[in-house]
């Protein structure tokens, strides 16, 4: 049952975005096709999606080991942002200081900026037992201000007439794409995909992968075994942080070649989706990451070929998170309706 | 027998698993007001009885008969509304909740909690139950769980009432008030249906047995008029296996473990704190801690395994200070612990046993280690020679912890903490819960590593346990550890005193 929940989630969201569709006066199941087969039956926008599902893979799996060791990092999308802006100060600020070496250590920049800017809510949590989701929420907003006055202040390509960008990132900066002559995909997928395995492996195999599922089962029970809930909490913000940080500098390194005041149109929220539509395990991941890439991809296709507003993206997203956990819940408990007198109850 | 006067009749009734049986045309009377015992081994069908009156199972064939009337009862809260009430051996209570927010749950909608707390309130101290409604009930000790269980089930107003295994964590003298209060309500015309496997209690209490043996009626008596051992043949089928002691009592061996002037407060206002708790385990000993539940037994086992830390030098594991090191050192140094709850404490419920194995027996088996890998094989392989050596029976062949009764899964537990050079052992209620084959098994076992020269420290409520198996035995009462003496020389009624008095007997 726990892998048929997503796919009854997938689908009732569908029906959900027909009946939407309908609404908004389009035909249907045109919308459908237009939004969801249409964008992958062209090469280059398979590539597009690739280029999508990257950090939402990385990501994703990140937050799988976060999740199940019950720590609710909700700020992806700001460690994301201030791995992409650390892995960058090597091509903005150093431009000449150029070579082979540059990428591999914008990577590694990125990944210390992510797992920097995830260690302050495990912090705050550890030391203050402040709740994770509030403060890694807020830290969102404050990385994505950080990133939009740097980029228009001290960032700024002092060659770009003005616009709020930084320098273009040269060849040695940028992550090479696969088949150029197809599009414009890059090789940031294939590390998503070795990270997602890796972290599988991690959660399967090692004793750490072990120790993580015992803390978010059975908290007594791992005292009870000796291991640290606060060690933990650091462990899998920092991993989570990591992977966040190698999206963000993967998106800037690979299909932007620059920053700019935004680098991500929510990646980092989404692949809170995509955690849980891949039943928290990294390989479903993978598979969910690619299934919310269409939906950023429909998105922008049907601005254009239906005219509906890129919202819809942001609807649809809704709608898979919505119903995959109520698929979750209903499968697991039967609601029943009782009378009114309990809830006054509760009042009393 | 008037047949209009019978509350419950079954007739017949049977359940299968597939092929299994676990039911097998049984037939039972309660008259109103009857204690009526169910007695059986553990996997002889009365919980699968019992769900069935309960509601939470539905039976294959027979009848239910409530009142002379043919009674389906589709759902536990049916079973409510019929004037069924159960108390569950393994707590059905929400941890992060108040008891009157617990009880409030369980009763039909439409009362406020105030109502509901004064009522419990009441009902508690009337029948001697002290409970305060607002506590929450991770607070509180198992005994004092069961209280909340009891006056739950009161509050319904049953006419049935089933209680499984009520005893197995209350003192003699806890024991007694409880019979009082089942006395009282079987006065009122309340009847209960008894699960234990104590056979003396269900000798002084019961009216009427039922004894069960893989899932069928073997046996219906006057239990009063039976012995003991009679009792418990019908129920094993063949003679008990009685505990056999140790040929030489070691006197005074090394001191393996060591605890000096333990204090500690407790966490939350509702725990126990410890005070001023000094023992010493010597080679080869069991040494028995007596006590009613929420007197420190949990906080003092949380000190001793080192889930909770103190001072360096208050507890000492073959001399070493070993206060402030976490509870898998202490294991590495050769001491083992068996905690009061199975299910999310020594055990993951969801996870198999091969996993449970893994979780505290990592850094200590070599072969489960490898490197940052854990090697699941060498799991599997370690959690079927506990599996054969403490004939733990399961349905699979690496069933979830849950999925196992309460006696298979403690013998699982103590297989696996004994395993390797258990020097040292710490458990706490090593058989509640436990049905008597496994509970004898595990006090077998106890006492033949302590022949082998284990130091054992055995925390529990059943006084019977430990005049079976300590050598010494002191008392814990309001967080204060009495003097230790010898078994020998004491006797279950001053034991039972020291326990509610608190008095302390400085021999």
Not at chain 2, 229 to 250: C, F, Y
Request: hydrophobic share 45%; net charge neutral; aromatic share 6%.
């Amino acid at each position: 049952m726990t892998y048929l929940s997503p796919l009854i989630g997938l689908t009732l969201a569908l029906i959900a975005g027909a009946i939407m569709f309908a609404v908004l006066g389009k035909p249907p199941l045109g919308a459908l096709y237009a939004y969801f087969i249409e964008p992958v039956s062209e090469m280059w926008s398979v590539h597009e999606l690739l280029i999508k599902a990257a950090p939402l893979i990385l990501m994703g799996a990140g937050l799988c080991v976060c999740y199940q060791s019950n720590n609710w990092n909700i700020g992806a999308e700001g460690q994301m942002i201030m791995g992409g802006m650390a892995g960058s100060i090597l091509p903005v600020l150093f431009p000449h200081f150029s070579g082979p070496f540059v990428l591999p250590l914008m990577l590694v920049m990125g990944v210390l900026g992510g797992m920097a800017y995830a260690a302050i809510p495990a912090l705050l949590k550890t030391k203050f037992r402040t709740n994770e989701i509030l403060t890694s929420l807020m830290l969102v907003y404050i990385a994505q201000l950080f990133l939009d006055w740097t980029v228009r202040g001290p960032w700024r390509n002092p060659e770009g007439m003005n616009f709020p960008e930084t320098r273009r990132f040269d060849e040695f900066a940028r992550i090479g794409e696969m088949i150029p002559a197809d599009g414009r995909a890059n090789y940031g997928f294939v590390i998503a995909i070795v990270v997602a395995l890796l972290i599988w492996v991690l959660m399967a195999k090692t004793m750490k992968g072990f120790q993580v599922k015992v803390i978010g089962a059975s908290p007594r029970a791992a005292k009870f075994a000796g291991f640290d809930a606060k060690k933990m909490v650091f462990f899998a913000f920092l991993l989570a942080g990591a992977t966040a940080g190698l999206a963000g500098i993967v998106e800037v390194a690979g299909a932007t070649g620059q920053l700019r005041p935004t680098i991500s149109p929510g990646y980092g929220f989404t692949a809170i989706i995509v955690a849980f539509l891949g039943r928290l395990n990294p390989i479903g991941a993978i598979i969910a990451g690619l299934v919310l890439a269409l939906t950023f991809l429909g998105g922008e296709a049907a601005q254009i070929s239906l005219g509906v507003s890129d919202k819809v993206a942001r609807v649809f997203q809704g709608l898979i998170l919505f119903f995959v956990l109520a698929c979750d819940t209903l499968i697991l408990y039967r609601i029943r309706l009782v009378g009114s007198k309990v809830l006054q109850k509760g009042a009393a | 027998m008037d047949q209009g006067e019978v509350l419950l009749k079954l007739e017949g009734i049977s359940k299968y698993y597939g092929s299994f049986k676990a039911n097998d045309q049984i037939s039972l009377e309660i008259l109103p007001g009857e204690i009526h015992a169910l007695l059986g081994e553990n996997g002889a069908g009365k919980s699968t009885l019992v769900k069935m009156l309960y509601g939470s199972l539905q039976p294959d064939e027979g009848r239910i008969i409530w009142e002379g009337h043919e009674a389906h009862v589709p759902n536990p809260a049916a079973a409510r509304e019929l004037g069924v009430g159960m108390v569950f051996q393994h707590f059905s209570l929400f941890d992060a909740l108040t008891v009157a927010e617990n009880i409030a749950l369980a009763l039909p909608p439409g009362k406020s909690l105030k109502q509901v707390a004064k009522e419990l309130e009441e009902v508690s101290t009337s029948y001697g139950l002290p409970l305060k409604a607002t506590a929450r009930i991770h607070d509180l000790s198992v005994g004092e769980r069961q209280r909340v269980e009891i006056v739950r089930c009161l509050l319904q107003h049953p006419k049935l009432i089933i209680m499984d295994e009520p005893t197995s964590v209350l003192t003699p003298q806890e024991a007694e008030d409880l019979f009082k209060v089942l006395r009282r309500l079987s006065e009122e015309g309340k009847a209960i249906l008894y699960i234990s496997h104590k056979l003396a209690e269900v000798q002084a209490l019961c009216q009427e047995a039922t004894i069960l043996r893989h899932g069928k009626v073997v046996g219906e008596c006057v239990p009063a008029d039976e012995t003991p051992i009679s009792l418990a043949k019908m129920m094993v089928g063949s003679d008990i296996h009685e505990i056999s002691p140790r040929d030489v009592p070691v006197a005074n061996g090394e001191v393996l473990l060591q605890v000096k002037s333990l204090s500690l407060e407790g966490l939350s206002g509702f725990d126990t704190a410890l005070k001023d708790v000094s023992l010493m385990l010597h080679a080869g000993e069991i040494s028995g801690i007596a006590g009613i539940a929420g007197n420190g037994q949990n906080e003092l086992f949380d000190a001793v395994s080192g889930e909770r830390l103190s001072e360096n030098d208050s507890v000492l594991i073959k001399g070493k200070p070993v206060g402030q090191l976490g509870i898998q050192k202490r294991r590495k140094l050769g001491a083992m612990y068996i905690s009061e709850e199975r299910l999310g404490h020594a055990a993951v419920p969801e996870f198999s046993l091969s996993e449970n194995v893994i979780l505290t027996r990592h850094g200590l088996e070599k072969s489960l280690d490898k490197g940052p890998f854990v090697s699941r094989g060498a799991a599997r392989k370690v959690k079927d020679e506990i599996v054969d050596k403490f004939d733990v029976r399961k349905g699979s062949a690496d069933p979830t912890a849950m999925s196992l009764s309460g006696g298979n899964l403690q013998k699982f537990v103590l297989g696996r903490e004994v395993m390797g050079n258990a020097e040292i052992i710490v458990v706490n209620q090593p058989t509640w819960g436990v049905d008597a084959g496994s509970a004898a098994h595990i006090r077998q076992t106890l006492v033949d590593l302590a022949a082998k020269g284990a130091a054992i420290l055995v925390i529990s409520q059943d006084l019977d346990e430990l005049f079976e198996v300590a050598d010494a035995i002191a008392t814990l009462s309001e967080g204060r550890l009495s003097a230790f003496v010898p078994t020998r020389s004491t006797d279950r009624h001053k034991i039972g005193l020291q326990m509610t008095s608190g008095t302390h007997e400085h021999a």
